[in-house]
């Protein structure tokens, strides 16, 4: 897979903010879309504290390498995808989540059956869908045109 362009790509749908916020779900968050724990340095500091960019991209970084890794989790032959679905499976878990993209199960069987129309169906079945609708359709679309359906 590109890492490079998922990186770009991520960066484009989460933004980056080189200072602690809280992100839509009231959590405190820096960077490009890094939820803060309490194994980071930033824990407990207060909103609108600054981060460096080294540290934003240091975060950014190991968080891509985990999305990955949870991709695999979830789909264990994830490197046998298209690259275009790779690359959509691993924003979404990047957003989501494991635990929440991993009970995306019918999405889960169309992709496993490479039914790239069915998945992009799936993904807008969805609670994350109505929450996120622009970015959503976007990945849905992408996932859609993978068969050219």
Same mark, same amino acid.
């Given at each position: 897979?590109?890492?490079?362009?998922?990186?770009?790509?991520?960066?484009?749908?989460?933004?980056?903010?080189?200072?602690?916020?809280?992100? $839509?779900? #009231?959590?405190?968050? %820096?960077?490009?879309?890094? @939820?803060?724990?309490? #194994?980071? &340095?930033?824990?407990?500091? &207060?909103?609108?504290t600054?981060?460096?960019?080294?540290?934003?991209?240091?975060?950014?970084?190991?968080? !891509? +390498?985990?999305?990955?890794?949870?991709?695999?989790?979830?789909?264990? *032959? %994830?490197?046998?995808?298209?690259?275009?679905?790779?690359?959509?499976?691993?924003?979404?878990? %990047?957003?989501?989540?494991? &635990?929440?993209?991993?009970? %995306?199960? *019918?999405?889960?069987?169309?992709?496993?059956? $490479?039914?790239? @129309?069915?998945? $992009? !169906?799936?993904? @807008?079945? $969805?609670?994350?869908?109505?929450?996120? &609708? *622009?970015?959503?359709?976007? @990945?849905?679309?992408?996932?859609? +045109?993978i068969?050219?359906?």
């Amino acid at each position: 897979m590109e890492i490079d362009k998922l990186r770009l790509e991520i960066e484009a749908d989460e933004g980056k903010i080189n200072r602690i916020y809280k992100c $839509s779900l #009231d959590h405190e968050t %820096f960077g490009i879309g890094h @939820l803060i724990t309490q #194994d980071d &340095p930033e824990y407990g500091q &207060p909103i609108g504290t600054e981060v460096s960019s080294t540290r934003v991209h240091e975060a950014f970084e190991h968080d !891509v +390498a985990v999305v990955i890794n949870d991709c695999i989790k979830i789909y264990p *032959n %994830f490197y046998d995808f298209p690259e275009e679905a790779q690359r959509i499976i691993a924003n979404m878990c %990047f957003q989501l989540g494991r &635990p929440r993209l991993s009970a %995306f199960s *019918n999405m889960r069987d169309a992709v496993l059956n $490479s039914n790239w @129309l069915e998945a $992009s !169906v799936q993904m @807008l079945d $969805s609670r994350w869908a109505k929450q996120t &609708p *622009n970015r959503a359709n976007r @990945l849905a679309d992408r996932m859609r +045109a993978i068969d050219g359906s």
